[in-house]
């Protein structure tokens, strides 16, 4: 374990985040993409679904649809793995 120096003091609250961000290096970019893209996501699965139940495309919507909440769930299931960690 490195310990701070002592001729460079260091307020300890910042040095346990600097130390947090050592052991896991671009952890908030990573979470604001993942929530970035679970948005995305959802805002096409609505678009998808809406085309669905109108019956419009239903053979080009389904599967988008089904796309869009696949993508959904990964970034809820990378969101999660990313907090437990």
């Known amino acids: 374990m490195i310990k701070p120096n002592p001729q460079n003091p260091i307020n300890p609250e910042q040095y346990a985040r600097l130390k947090a961000e050592m052991a896991a290096p671009y952890r908030g970019l990573r979470q604001f993409l993942y929530l970035g893209f679970a948005a995305s996501a959802l ?24 796309l869009q909440m696949g993508i959904f769930a990964l970034m809820i299931l990378l969101w999660r793995w990313e907090q437990r960690r």
């Open 43 to 66: 805002i096409g699965a609505f678009i998808f679904f809406f085309q669905v139940l109108a019956g419009r495309n239903i053979d080009t919507a389904a599967p988008n649809l089904a």
